[in-house]
């Protein structure tokens, strides 16, 4: 099945498919050593990030200038595809590289873009991206986080959960009220530089979850956190609602990159299975239960990854509106749920044993309905525009 999106020049393909293998064998020989270890400490080691950078492998669709590799979201794409072939959960390199530099490229001002950008390149800083509260999550126009002006500076306070990269991030895009009297239109993003050490900053619990294991998930906390105003993203506070409705379309189609690759490594992993284990004299493959079930879910991997190479294309072309990235997005992880519980049924008890990739695959994608916009609120988006 195809790893890089379709539509593109030969050598487009033959590019993308060097990276594909690239991107793979760094995974598989670098990243999946450790999955043990990063799930038992609730982090990935920092040092993935800067093998990953020396490889070229983080900020590929980032302007050569600012340090990136100066390519597409395609080779994006054959990132995002290649870790989850790869069995790697532990990276959360959709948010590190798929939408925080995307933000930092389109709205901070030219003396941050060449600070920060080269170092989220190169590994050497994390990103992060912090929006949901306690109190939030979906109704990001409600957060409470506020960003107080105090001379250059503004003192941020306020909570955060859900972090994705909250322990291990050095760059951290927060979502704040700069006008807590408006809703939407009070909202802006403000960038901070952190450490361990930075007053006013705190990162919380590692947040205990059923899957993606070796991925660290956060609280943060912060009180009186003092950032340049020279940070805002935009040229005017309250602009914060508008580049979060820009951005998501991407981040949304990232979800759809990941399931499609889920989709056909869970088939291609169950049909492995189901052609060795015998039951009643014969493989469970010979059985027409299982061949009809595994007929299926081939059948939706290959609608998935049309769809899914369709929009990629779209993005490419600067034509992917918001209806389609909330249709990609709740209907390609509502199908990577339904595909991989599927496989999990064909595995038997095996496939509930966590040492089974089937079973990781089940618990890490189960969050794709989720975040990144709940599905009910893309099916919602898609309505508006009916
Ligand atoms: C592993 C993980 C990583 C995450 N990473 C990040 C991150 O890096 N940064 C960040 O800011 N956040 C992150 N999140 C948070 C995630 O984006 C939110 O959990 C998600 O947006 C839902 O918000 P909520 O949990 O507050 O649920 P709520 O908003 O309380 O919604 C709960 C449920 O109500 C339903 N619902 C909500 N709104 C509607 C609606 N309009 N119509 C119909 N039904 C609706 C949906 O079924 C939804 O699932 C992460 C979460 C997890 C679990």
Redesign the pocket.
């Known amino acids: 099945m195809s790893t890089a999106p379709t539509g593109h020049a030969p050598d487009d393909r033959s590019e993308l498919q060097s990276l594909a293998e690239l991107a793979r064998n760094f995974f598989v020989d670098t990243v999946a050593p450790h999955r043990e270890e990063f799930a038992e400490q609730g982090y990935p080691n920092r040092e993935v990030y800067r093998q990953a950078g020396e490889l070229g492998l983080l900020c590929m669709s980032v302007p050569e200038e600012y340090g990136g590799g100066g390519g597409t979201f395609a080779h994006e794409a054959v990132l995002f595809t290649e870790q989850v072939k790869g069995g790697d959960s532990a990276m959360?390199l959709g948010?590190h590289t798929g939408i925080v530099p995307h933000y930092i490229l389109s709205y901070a001002s030219e003396q941050n873009k060449k600070r920060w950008l080269p170092r989220l390149a190169s590994g050497e800083w994390i990103g992060?991206?912090?929006?949901?509260e306690p109190g939030?999550?979906?109704?990001l126009q409600n957060i409470s986080t506020k960003a107080v002006k105090d001379g250059d500076d503004y003192l941020i306070t306020g909570a955060?959960?859900?972090?994705?990269?909250?322990r291990n991030c050095d760059l951290l895009i927060i979502?704040v009220k700069t006008d807590p009297a408006q809703g939407a239109k009070g909202v802006s993003l403000v960038v901070a530089e952190v450490a361990d050490d930075t007053p006013g900053f705190e990162r919380g619990r590692l947040?205990k979850?059923i899957g993606?294991k070796g991925?660290d998930?956060t609280e943060l906390f912060f009180d009186g956190l003092r950032v340049p105003r020279a940070n805002l993203l935009g040229t005017a506070e309250g602009q914060g609602f508008i580049q979060l409705m820009q951005q998501l379309p991407q981040e949304r189609l990232i979800c759809g990159v990941a399931a499609a690759a889920a989709i056909e490594a869970a088939v291609d992993e169950t049909l492995t299975y189901v052609k060795q284990r015998t039951a009643f004299g014969k493989p469970l493959f010979a059985m027409q239960n299982t061949r009809f079930e595994l007929a299926e879910c081939a059948t939706i991997a290959e609608v998935v990854r049309t769809f899914v190479d369709s929009a990629v294309d779209k993005h490419l072309r600067g034509v992917l509106d918001v209806k389609t990235a909330a249709m990609v997005k709740y209907w390609t992880t509502d199908q990577q749920s339904h595909v991989i519980d599927r496989c999990v049924q064909l595995h038997g008890g095996y496939g509930y044993m966590e040492e089974y990739p089937i079973a990781r695959m089940w618990a890490d994608g189960r969050?794709s309905r989720?975040?990144?916009?709940?599905?009910?609120?893309m099916?919602?988006l898609i309505a508006r525009s009916l």
């Open positions: 959360q948010v992060a991206i912090a929006m949901t939030t999550g979906s109704d955060k959960t859900f972090i994705s990269n909250g979502a947040l979850k993606q991925q998930t969050i989720i975040y990144a916009g709940a599905n009910e609120v099916k919602d």
